[in-house]
T-cell receptor, first 113, second 110 residues
Framework: DADVTQTPRNRITKTGKRIMLECSQT?????MYWYRQDPGLGLRLIYY???????NKGEISDGYSVSRQAQAKFSLSLESAIPNQTALYFC????????????FGPGTRLTVL | GQQVMQIPQYQHVQEGEDFTTYCNSS?????IQWYKQRPGGHPVFLIQ?????EVKKQKRLTFQFGEAKKNSSLHITATQTTDVGTYFC??????????FGSGTKLNVKP
């Protein structure tokens, strides 16, 4: 959805480099998520945040960190990138309550050489 | 973490044939969502099921949530080429975070 944007859309980097992926949303949602997609593995949750002061680890948080700079912004960092972090990364947002459709950004394709 | 198995991994059908993908969990789920991802695109929400035995329909798509809330299915009647994509279930742990299945990739031959 255009309401959820991710930058950059594609990135090639080298092993050991620090890289930041950014996500912004205009939906006014409190909840934001970072997922990683690998072929045949579906989407795996890296980190999630329910508000600016709330950060939680997901299934595969090792090697990643996040920052929730504002309600609308949620960044994912790879402090020292390694080749097995090559993947498609998606940011998503959702509202609160029991009906919480997730709205995904267009994705960032990251390649670590 | 939550284990969610989704089968089959791939399905190739002739246009007009039916298609079903299944999602199974070893634990009782609070809810389940279904998403569709077109080739090169991002996941798009289709539906959320919450109640035991719930059945919902969207045109040619029928979604079911098992009585024990441990499994779910998505059935497409008379597939069309526009149905091509990967279908994911996402099992809800509470209503806070979701564990995605590995997806079923559907290919429809015209």
């Amino acid at each position: 959805d255009a309401d959820v944007t991710q930058t950059p859309r594609n990135r090639i980097t080298k092993t050991g480099k620090r890289i930041m992926l950014e996500c912004s949303q205009t939906k006014g949602h409190d909840r934001m998520y970072w997922y990683r997609q690998d072929p045949g593995l579906g989407l795996r949750l890296i980190y999630y945040s329910f508000d600016v002061k709330d950060i939680n680890k997901g299934e595969i948080s090792d090697g990643y960190s996040v920052s929730r700079q504002a309600q609308a912004k949620f960044s994912l960092s790879l402090e020292s990138a390694i080749p097995n972090q090559t993947a498609l990364y998606f940011c998503a947002t959702s509202g609160q309550g029991t009906y919480n459709e997730q709205f995904f950004g267009p994705g960032t394709r990251l390649t670590v050489l | 973490g939550q284990q969610v198995m989704q089968i089959p991994q791939y399905q190739h059908v002739q246009e007009g044939e039916d298609f079903t993908t299944y999602c199974n969990s070893s634990t009782t789920l609070s809810n389940i969502q279904w998403y569709k991802q077109r080739p090169g695109g991002h996941p798009v929400f289709l539906i959320q099921l919450v109640k035991s035995g719930e059945v919902k329909k969207q045109k040619r798509l029928t979604f079911q949530f098992g009585e024990a809330k441990k499994n779910s299915s998505l059935h497409i009647t008379a597939t069309q080429t526009t149905d091509v994509g990967t279908y994911f279930c996402a099992a809800g742990q509470g209503f806070n975070k979701f564990y995605f299945g590995s997806g079923t990739k559907l290919n429809v031959k015209p």
